[in-house]
Structures are given as C-alpha cells and as structure tokens.
C-alpha cells in the first residue's frame, strides 16, 4: 500500500457498510504488515475508537501472515539451562505485534524493558534476584490482572509494561527479561496452575509469586508440604523450566483464549505455533 497517498482516503471509507466497499478493504489492508500506526501518527490521522477497531480486524491478517514468516524456531538453546535469550525475546516480541491493535503507536519490547532495567538501577534494585523482584512486584510497579486473567493480551508483553499488571506467566517473564539485562539469574517454575519465577536466596532455591505481590517461597517447604502436591507439582519444583516450556505454556493460554473469543483464524495460528514447538523436542 502506498500509504502517504491511500491511507487518508481509505480510513474514511471505515464506517461504510457497503459489501463492495468493505471488500476493498479488506483487499488493500490485507497488503498491509498489520501495522499502520506509525503512519497515522505521521499523517496526523486521529480515528474514533469505533474505526479503530474496524481498522485493526482489517489488519489483523497482515499481523498472522507476519509472525508465521518471522517465527523461527531455533535449533537449540530452547531446552539449555542457560538459554538462547535472544531468541525468546524474539519470539515474545512476535507475539506481542500479533497481539498489538496495529493502530495505536507504542515502544518497542526491547526499549521498553530495556528503560525498567535502567530504572531498576535508579532504585538500586540491581544488586540480586529478590532485590529486583521487590522492586517490580513488591512495589506494586507492577500487579496481578485479576479481572483479565484469560484475556489474549497477557501474551503480549508490552501490553503488560503498558498497563503495569499481567497474568502469573506473562509478570514472571518480565522479571525474567530484565533480571537477564541487568545479569541477574531468574528462571520459571512450570507450577500447574499458577505460574512461578525461581530465583535463589542465600544458595537456596526460592520461587516467587510475582502475580502476587512478590511474595517468597521457599522450594524447599513446597517439597516438605508432600499432601497437596500432585505429580506435575513435584516435577515442576525439581528446577527451573525451559524457555520452551514457557513458550509452550503462553501459546496453550494464548490458544484458550481465542477459542474463548470465538477467534477461528487465530486459535488456527496458535495451534500451528504450538506444533512449531513441538515438533522441535
């Protein structure tokens, strides 16, 4: 789409109930990547909500076509203790332009994490693990989604930075990403049902709850409290998840929540994510 020229033209044809019209649409947005909002800021283009939304279901084609010829799933370093964080990040960073209304302009996932590193700093919450977890969820910098739990954009990390709450496995991966930037080392304990950051005290392991607050779980009196611990919670606590798990787990959530939502194309690119994944093990 030649977009300084037809964009002005086109967004004014959004509230246009025409079966024509709206075929065209459809055909020219369809050419777009999925995101016009960089030129909508630079064309000094204001929409109402209303259009917005239209105009973002027309770019959400553009949006999977993207993340299904960007995502790439590396070879190794998925399943490795320390990890091929640049590839995850990557992947993240997908599925948050997937998730992104492709109208409205935001950061990007790395300027984004990379200032609450730098802010961390400020706070002298750089110095260990628990340190930076009280700084960002102890805080209250950043809280649970309890109302949105299951909504789709607690798979969309800026969208977390944004709004300051999340899901238990969208705020682990958070602290995950910038304890790494700031050389710290925070992993993710594939706890069922609740989704866990692991960190360690003092040579111990701990797990913490950054859906609630931050608080701090000692391992060690997870495994001592055998009554209510299932199989899949005993093998979640004998160490730190991969990156693949946690890849795998957002997918899985992700693809709920479409279904939820009645999203027939997206719970389809979810499924072929997933596999992707999978058929790496």
Known sequence: ?????????????????????RKTLSERFADCQGDVSSELDRLGIHLPEEDRTRLSNLLAPGRRRQIRDQWVVPQQGLDEGGGDWESFELLLRLLSEL?????????SLPDAIDRIADEAVLHNAQEDEQSLCEFLFGSGRFRGDKQGFYSPSNADLLWIIMNRKGNPIGLAVLAMLVGHRLDLTIGGCNFPAHFLAWITIEGNPHLVDCFGGG?????DDVRNNSAVLTPDSRRAIQSPCTMRDILLRILRNLHLAFTQHD?????ALAGDLILSLQGEQ
């Open 1 to 21: 789409m030649h977009v300084e020229t037809e964009l002005p033209h086109l967004v004014r044809l959004l509230d246009d109930d025409d079966p024509i019209v």
């Open 99 to 107: 998730l992104h209304d492709g109208t409205s302009l935001r950061s």
């Open 215 to 219: 608080r701090i779980i000692s391992v």
């Open 263 to 267: 999203r027939v194309d997206d719970v």
